[in-house]
């Protein structure tokens, strides 16, 4: 009798992996355009319904879902209307636990669309819809890897968990966090969903800051008998752009990620325009590097807004913190998931794919911050801008879901299998 060396038998599993992928690649982009044609918008951020018919969709594939209803207050207090986290679990044995997690809320359309955000139209080898690629492909993506992973007949260890949430647009914590808070997932490993086929191992924090900014109104004619709110903003914002100019020599030690950027993307103030300015409120984005923590950031940024207005007579500075996401930082252990990815990844789509980080923020962070090692990867191209993301006709290549689900079918195995 002929013993297999581990080699061999790790070479069959991933023969057997392509195989199952490729003849499912019609059912399985036929998954991810049944999951654009629901919309999930966020804001407003009703997506129990989305979450409803993705559940049904998972269960017709023979995968046991569970739902884990978010109390509508919990909701609202995001900003949210309705969200339901769903989890799938399989168990092949003893062994590490992999957590597989997309989120399904997405950014609004907004204009310029040529194709139906919510058509899921297939022309020329790609589809088109709002979240083709981030990230309801990825509901594709890692339910099509679980099944291949179900169809080997080899004895397998450990757990493949898929989370799919609906909150990262709001900041993930009624998702991934509260998963993980509740105890209802403890895993060894996170793969969240990425936007383009390159490893990502680190990315920017953010801070979303509230300034208001309160003085005392007065008539247009006499200015002298106020405190004018608009001035005092105006110092606030000149120290801003002094800081966002500072900000750009600084540069991260991630490459992929840059620099730490300052935006005043919101003002309101003003009651009418005979009247001296009694009030102006204001929302900073200060984006965060890997290498910086969150709340010396927050106390920085703080002190900089009232050090700007503190010899300015009869005006008051309040600040709230809207959001504060801490970067997504290497891990002990991140190494093993990040071999087990890009060896694959090399070997799929015949060419060296970089780990490197990014400067958006996602809900990912959260599995980081639970002391889970993580990287972002899925469906994608390995330019983000090729897919449109969040844009007008946000689209992916079909060829491209299909090499992501290999990918990562074939990672979780060698993760499962020790074979890193």
Known sequence: MEIMRPDKIRLEAHASLHRFVDEHRVPSLELLAELIKVPSDNPPGDCRPHAVRAAQLFRSLGFEVEEHPVPEDLARSVGMISATNLVIRHRFGPGPTIALNAHGDVVAPGGGWTFDPYGAEVKDGWIYG????????DFATYGYALLALRSLSERLGGTVEIHLTYDEEAGGEIGPKRLLLQGITRPDFA?????????????NGCLHLEVEIKGKSSHAARPELG?????????????LFAERRRLAGIRSTV?????????????????????????????????ILPQEDGKQVTSDLVQLVRDSVKSLPGIRCETRIVMLAEPLTPLPRQDHLVAAIKRNADVVLGEEIPAIGAPIYTDARHYCAAGVPTVLYGAGP??????????????????????????????????LTGST
């Open 130 to 137: 709002r979240a083709a690629t981030a990230s309801k492909s």
């Open 255 to 287: 490459e992929g990620i840059g620099h730490p950027t300052l935006v005043v993307g919101l003002i309101n103030g003003g009651i009418n325009t005979n009247v001296l300015p009694d009030q102006v409120t204001m929302r900073i984005d200060r984006r």
């Open 191 to 203: 793969i969240c969903a990425g936007f383009t086929y390159l490893v990502v191992t680190a990315h």
């Open 227 to 239: 405190h004018d709110a608009m001035e005092a903003a105006n110092h606030v914002l000149t120290a």
């Open 382 to 415: 390995k330019d983000p801008s090729d897919a449109n993301a969040h844009g007008p006709d946000e689209r992916l290549k079909i060829s491209d879901l299909c090499s992501a689900t290999e990918i990562t079918a074939r990672a979780c195995y060698d993760l």
